[in-house]
């Protein structure tokens, strides 16, 4: 099984900062990395999807970068309603694992 | 617009069984493989199963594996999840969501609003 790590598990920022995210894989996925912001009482939402491409009606300050083993999820200006829990997932191959979470907070 | 609308889950005794369903609309069902995705209570998502878009092929993560049967009803553009000898710690949220296919790196792109499912004596 493919085993994804992201870091930090926490994260505390500001609004306004700019804040990284990284996610690594045990074996190489290509770009088939994928990313999700978690609120408390909702159901995930999509981010990113294939390492880079913006899911529709996403804010253009969420992007993805990366290829092969090593990811990461940028929000280039934090806003008040961007703090969440952000996943990894990968879809190379089943089990189709997700990252242990990283919680963004308020500084 | 897409919809992913599943059934009521409901205290479950150790050692029970449950199946969940999940309605869908909006979309062509029949042309997309679904999943099964819970997360427990202060843990993170777990993926649980995954159905091919006209059910030929289910696979599981290996802690519900036996245990768990995903299937579909693409006549009634239904999923549904046969939970059975059910433990503790399958307490969670289990949540319906649409793949999004294979060019787009199996993402999963619409989640339904999940249903609790407690497990408890």
């Known amino acids: 099984d493919i085993q994804m790590t992201q870091s930090p598990s926490s994260l505390s920022a500001s609004v306004g900062d700019r804040v990284t995210v990284t996610c690594r894989a045990s074996?190489?996925?290509?770009?088939?990395l994928n990313w999700y912001q978690h609120k408390p009482g909702k159901a995930p939402e999509l981010l990113i999807y294939?390492?880079?491409s913006l899911q529709s009606g996403v804010p253009s300050r969420f992007s993805g970068s990366g290829s092969g083993t090593d990811f990461t999820l940028t929000i280039s200006s934090l806003q008040p309603e961007d703090f969440a829990a952000y996943y990894c997932?990968?879809?190379?191959?089943?089990?189709?694992?997700f990252g242990q979470g990283t919680r963004l907070e308020i500084k | 617009q897409i919809q992913l609308v599943e059934s009521e889950g409901g205290v479950v005794r150790p050692g029970g069984s449950l199946r969940l369903s999940c309605a869908a609309s909006?979309?062509?069902?029949?042309?997309?493989?679904m999943h099964w995705v819970r997360q427990a209570p202060g843990k993170g998502l777990e993926w649980v199963a995954l159905i091919q878009y006209d059910g030929g092929k289910a696979y599981y993560a290996d802690s519900v594996k036996g245990r768990f049967t995903i299937s579909r009803d693409n006549s009634k553009n239904t999923l549904h999840l046969l939970m059975i000898s059910l433990r503790a710690e399958d307490t969670a949220i289990y949540y319906c969501?649409?793949?999004?296919?294979?060019?787009?790196?199996?993402?999963?792109?619409?989640w339904g609003q999940g249903t609790l499912v407690p497990v408890s004596s």
């Open positions: 997932q990968q879809g190379y191959s089943t089990p189709y694992t």
């Open positions: 074996q190489p996925i290509s770009t088939y």
């Open positions: 969501v649409k793949d999004a296919g294979y060019v787009n790196a199996h993402s999963f792109d619409y």
């Open positions: 909006g979309f062509t069902f029949s042309q997309y493989g």
């Open positions: 294939a390492a880079s």
